[in-house]
């Protein structure tokens, strides 16, 4: 009765489709009466998602090296079920079979709407500032070819781009962006002191993308290439999808000692020059790192599941992404879930398959809001701190 003399009293807000009592609100509407009841309605209430003021967003890595694994099924429906709680979501595809990017009804008509370019923005400015050194002392520059000229004239928001969600963005993948696993190793023999693993990072925090979003969905290839390293290095927190199967649990292990000994290499040998420069050394974490079993069949494979889930202890979610009759669809459809109408489907079925991606979405949000409520005291912190050092110097 409230929501309905709200709309009354205000024509100019959404006031839904539909007959009789029952009214139907895009999520477009529903985003701009949140808005409306955040500024006018009750102080006490929360109408819109909470994050801490001037936080960066969130990154979400989710990978493993094992195909088939509904890595990109569980992004795309991360994505879907962060937008409907309100946040300001991007999704970066760096799969270059493009999956992703079609789920979200992208057009990347080469690999210069990809990524590509940003990684090639990033060796270009590092080759530019050698070369100024290289000048200053009177050696030959490096090479800088057309590829490199243009990819310092591309900026991230030239090439995200809007989707059919309306609080969803896309920075998507096609067979081209395969290419940069083959450049990325010689652009790095060409300049070792590039640290081609940052690619990723500078580009989103130089030009402030971490700043325009709430929460950043990376979703990477079946491969722990160099994109993979990329997006690694950038997340906050690491969602490792596999089915409970042997081949996928011995597989997933395989990935997280792979990953360990990559980024433990990496570290010794970047610290080895920063220590001899007498810069900080570099050190890879992050604020979470947890395996989800996905497409679990409660009959055929509990047993399994629990030993998985005893191996890998506290970096398990405690929810299994349920394989129901509407989880094999959004595998095999270029939609998802979310987008159903679920007046097409039995109401049990429905339920059951939404409620999977219900279920995860609230464990990755529980961590998303817990990492983000330590990095708000952090902050806080220090500004403390910075305060009363301050202070005793006056």
Known sequence: AHFRRVLKKHPDLPQGTGEGNSKW??????????????AEGAADREYLPWRPKGLPAKIIAVSNFKGGTSKT????????SAALDGYKVLVIDLDSQGSLTSIMGGDVPDEWSTAFPLLAKDYAQTVQAENTVRAAAGQPPLPFDETLTEALTVSARDIIQPTHWPNIDLLGAQLNL??????????????RSWSLWDALTNALTDERI?????????????????LTINALAAADIL??????????????????????STFASVEDGENAVRRRDGLP??????DAVRALITRFDAGQQTDLANVIQAYFGDFMTTYRQELTAMVGQAGEQVNGIYEADYREFNRDTYVRGR????????????????????????AEAAQQGAGEEVSNDG
Not at 73 to 80: E, N, Q, S, V, W
Not at 210 to 216: F, L, R
């Open 25 to 38: 609100f895009t999520l477009e509407d529903v985003l701009r009466l949140r808005q409306h009841f955040a």
């Open 73 to 80: 099924t569980t992004t795309a429906h991360l994505a879907m």
């Open 178 to 191: 395969y290419w940069a696993e083959f450049q990325i190793p010689v652009w790095r023999m060409g300049l």
């Open 210 to 226: 971490v700043d325009d979003y709430d929460i950043i969905f990376l979703d990477t290839p079946p491969a722990l290439g160099y």
């Open 239 to 260: 969602l490792v999808p596999l089915g409970a199967s042997f081949l996928e649990f011995d597989s997933t292990g395989r990935f997280f000692d792979m990953l360990y």
């Open 281 to 286: 050394e570099v050190k890879f974490e992050w």
């Open 355 to 378: 409620e999977t991606f219900d279920r995860t979405w609230a464990e990755v949000k529980e961590l998303i809001l817990g990492t983000w409520y330590r990095d708000q005291q952090s």
